[in-house]
């Protein structure tokens, strides 16, 4: 089922990324007001929030460095060999996973729904080494503190 | 104090780890491989199956067959993620026999630490030539039931290594006392999805840091020109020597085999016919390797090939003759041939 939803995702990736476009600085800004107001104390709800619904819609790994908007609204660690600056040259001819034949490469996929969206040029950016300790972090919450900047197209 | 005396026999430039070739000018690395890329030269490099074996001079026999007709040899790095002796330990015996070795790095097993040490460890050794890869996965080897690592991705590894190089610091920002002067290469697949964005791959292998490219097997010339011509329309061309793989078919079962078996192999319909209907279907699938790189080589923009005879190492000579793409250029080879070690086992 998710399966299909992330598909789903990636083939209307204009559509999310618009959406995202549009929601995502009303969500870090109400989450910046929470964090004033609550601290840390709503960190759990809210990160419990963030992963269901991006899980629902793209199979969020919950990474805690979101790149979504980067990379055409496929999940890059949805990649088995966790690629973020892929594909990796072992794609099959139908475009299936080298190493999962039954799904399609995310790496395809992300390049796919970049080509579709207005800013999917940012796919062309190098992602640096992630930090595997925040895994599991709320990427809007991290947003919200500044911990890392917004995803947003310098390319605006 | 212990005062070490270091040897230093002039006449023996090169073949010694730590008595490298003086650094030319506008080059990142000691090694001789860049400076044959930097003079222009169409460049041989070829791929050594390391031995399951804690013997180094098994090492050195199989080098030996390449003597005279390649200027680097790739160390695989448990390709297939099969178990064998370490690229790292295969590169440092063959900087001892004066060769250019190119250190093969996945990302399959080992994380950043590891790899930072090991870069280091290797230009100690007198590597000049690091091929940052992010490996075949472990369900394809020998040990599917190991952890498979991908800390890094093949372009944050050459981005990282290119940081300890010219930033002189590691990854966390720890200065390094002396930087690791290495050429930085990346591998491309221009044969598989996604095709149209294969040359904007390319270009983030070289934003990432690479040097020099080594491509996959190119068993299809139209496909690889449409590819050339994207990256010389990017400009790419100019930025990183773009060596293509050239590999030898010995029967249309193999060649059937690889096409299903090894990740990202592409062979057209026709060449597996051709080599089902010759009566030396051996021999010609060497004609075809040879005949590849000709045409490869009057390709725009191609800086060289890269020779992968896979069980067939002895014929890489042969085929790089047959080819004639080296003129009459000779590589570099040891004064004293381990052929002899050949002819003992
Ligand atoms: S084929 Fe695609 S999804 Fe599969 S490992 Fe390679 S890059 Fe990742």
Redo the contacts between chains.
Sequence with gaps: MSYRVRLFAVKHSRFFERLYHSVNPAIVGTLRGVNKVFGKKLDRPITAMESGLKGFLFDCKMCGNCALSKTGMSCPMNC????????????????MC??KPEMK?V??QA??GAARMKFGDD??D?????D?RDQGKSTWLRIARGEIAEKVSDRH | MIDIEVPRNPAKVGTNPGDPLPRLEGHVSHGRFEQVLRAGQFAVTTEIAPPDSADPTEVLRRASLFDGYVDAINATDGSGAHCHMSSLAVCAILTRAGYSPILQVS??DRN?ISIQGDTLGAAALGVCSVLCL????V?AGDHPEAK?V???????LA??IKIMRDDSQF?SGRKLDLAPRMMIGS???PF???I??RA??L??KI??GAEFIQS?YCFDIPMLKDFMAKARDLGLTEKAYIIIGAGVLPSAKTATWMRSNV??V?IPDELVRRLEQSEKPKLEGRKICAEIMQQVKEIDGVAGVHVMAYRQEKWVGDVVKCSGVLGDRKPWAPEQSFANIAAIT
């Excluded at chain 1, 190098?126 to 992630?130: G, H, L, R, T």
């Excluded at chain 2, 992010?134 to 996965?137: A, R, T």
């Design positions: 088995p060999k966790t690629i973020r600056n892929g594909p990796c040259g072992g794609v099959r001819a139908d475009g080298e190493v490469c790496w395809v390049w796919d796919i062309k190098i992602e640096f080494a992630i595997h | 990302c399959r950043r992010s490996g075949d996965d369900g498979p991908f800390d890094l991705d093949s372009i944050s981005q990282t990854l591998s491309i697949n598989v999805p996604p149209a964005n904007d791959q270009a983030k934003d990432s996959q990740p990202g592409h």
